[in-house]
Each structure stands twice: as structure tokens, then as C-alpha cells.
């Protein structure tokens, strides 16, 4: 099916704005996202931190004089990410995780939600994950605190 707005979702034309259903990410205008199959404006992670910093890292050990951070959207597979958050609330303690998620289907390829948890704990903090075994591709890199989407942004993964 042709749409001439160049958004098709189910054989069905959208316009990608906001409140438009879509199946990933490529289904919605640029600046909007695709959880729970309807385009919408980024989450504000504010209420909980001040800064995410998305970057990469060589993979098995943590920033540092020789492991520097480089803050970037595009990935190799052999490449390690780096998610930071800073100014955290006092408030701001419990589980969070992520989910990288291929911004065509939709399908989530990593979720950290039931490997060992992270948390938060009212302080700065940070944590990697290795991009071995995630196909090149687009995708949508999704943080969750308490279950509640706070910060999602797209990322490329290059062979």
C-alpha cells in the first residue's frame, strides 16, 4: 500500500504525529517515539534527573583515563554503551532498566528488566551494556524507572 504521507501502520495511512498508532519508530515524525503502539512526545526524566548521557566505550571495563567516554548515537558491534545520569533527586531510588528495541519491528532485542537489577539510589551513577549480538540496525534505546518510561532516543549499530 502507498500512503502519500509516507506513513503506513497495519496497510492503513497515519500521519506520524502524535497519538497516530504506529509499530516502531520509523511509523512516527521525526521528535516522537513509539511505546505501547501509539507515536508520542519523548518522556521527561526531569522529575527524577537533570542529564542522561548516552556514549560509547570499549567493551569489558568502565570509563576512565583509558576507556574514554565518546558521546555519540552511532554504534560498531563491538562497541560497549555507556548510559550516565546525573543530578539525580534525592527521591530517586529504586529499579530501573532498558530495552533496546528495532525501531522497524518493533521487536525488543536486549532488556536488562530480567537480568540482575540496576537501581538508582539518589546519587549520580552510571552502567554499560555490551552491543555483541545486536544485528545492525536502527533502534530505540528505552530507560524505565519503576516501570515508567523516562528516557528513550534512537541509536544506529554498524557492523
Same mark, same amino acid.
Request: charged share 20%.
Given at each position: 500500500?502507498?500512503?502519500? +504521507?509516507?506513513?503506513?501502520? /497495519?496497510?492503513?495511512?497515519?500521519?506520524?504525529?502524535?497519538?497516530?498508532?504506529?509499530?516502531? /519508530?520509523?511509523?512516527?515524525?521525526?521528535?516522537?517515539?513509539?511505546? *505501547?503502539?501509539?507515536? /508520542?512526545?519523548? #518522556?521527561?526524566? @526531569?522529575?527524577?534527573?537533570?542529564?542522561?548521557?548516552?556514549? *560509547?566505550?570499549? #567493551?569489558?571495563?568502565?570509563?576512565?583515563?583509558?576507556?574514554? %567516554?565518546?558521546?555519540?548515537? +552511532?554504534?560498531?558491534?563491538?562497541?560497549?554503551?555507556?548510559?550516565?545520569?546525573?543530578?539525580?533527586?534525592? +527521591?530517586?531510588?529504586? %529499579?530501573?532498566?532498558?530495552?533496546?528495541?528495532?525501531? @522497524? /519491528?518493533?521487536?525488543?532485542?536486549?532488556?536488562?528488566?530480567?537480568?540482575? #537489577?540496576?537501581?538508582?539510589?539518589? $546519587?549520580?551513577?552510571?552502567?554499560?551494556?555490551?552491543?555483541?549480538?545486536?544485528? #545492525?540496525? $536502527?533502534?530505540?534505546?528505552?530507560?524505565?524507572?519503576?516501570?515508567?518510561?523516562?528516557?528513550?532516543?534512537?541509536?544506529?549499530?554498524?557492523?
Amino acid at each position: 500500500m502507498y500512503c502519500k +504521507t509516507g506513513y503506513c501502520v /497495519s496497510q492503513k495511512c497515519t500521519e506520524g504525529k502524535a497519538g497516530d498508532a504506529c509499530v516502531a /519508530s520509523k511509523d512516527c515524525n521525526s521528535g516522537l517515539f513509539c511505546p *505501547k503502539s501509539t507515536c /508520542s512526545t519523548p #518522556p521527561d526524566y @526531569t522529575k527524577y534527573f537533570s542529564k542522561v548521557v548516552i556514549s *560509547k566505550i570499549k #567493551p569489558g571495563s568502565g570509563p576512565g583515563p583509558n576507556n574514554p %567516554e565518546t558521546v555519540i548515537n +552511532t554504534f560498531t558491534t563491538a562497541d560497549a554503551i555507556e548510559m550516565d545520569f546525573y543530578g539525580l533527586k534525592s +527521591t530517586t531510588v529504586g %529499579e530501573y532498566y532498558y530495552k533496546i528495541v528495532n525501531s @522497524t /519491528s518493533g521487536e525488543i532485542i536486549r532488556s536488562s528488566k530480567n537480568e540482575e #537489577p540496576l537501581s538508582f539510589n539518589g $546519587q549520580d551513577r552510571g552502567n554499560g551494556m555490551a552491543l555483541d549480538n545486536v544485528a #545492525p540496525g $536502527q533502534y530505540d534505546l528505552n530507560i524505565y524507572f519503576k516501570d515508567e518510561l523516562v528516557y528513550s532516543t534512537q541509536i544506529t549499530v554498524t557492523e
